[in-house]
């Protein structure tokens, strides 16, 4: 499983209000695979504040992930 750890973002908000708008995942079904992840909504803004092409790329694959 790959895992990309962000340890700097920018949300336009404190980490612990990015915390408590996070999303609890879990990885096959199974408590000890337990994560919080950023929002959508907090992860778009912090790709968007990043500005990189890598970063705009991502956001325009996050869109359609979300659509389906």
Partial sequence: MNVELITKFDVNKPF????????IVFINNQKIWKYHVLSLDDLV???LKAGRNKDLLDILELKKMNED
Wanted: aromatic share 10%; charged share 45%; glycine share 0%.
């Fill in 16 to 23: 612990d209000e990015a915390f408590e708008n996070s999303e």
């Fill in 45 to 47: 803004t912090s790709k």
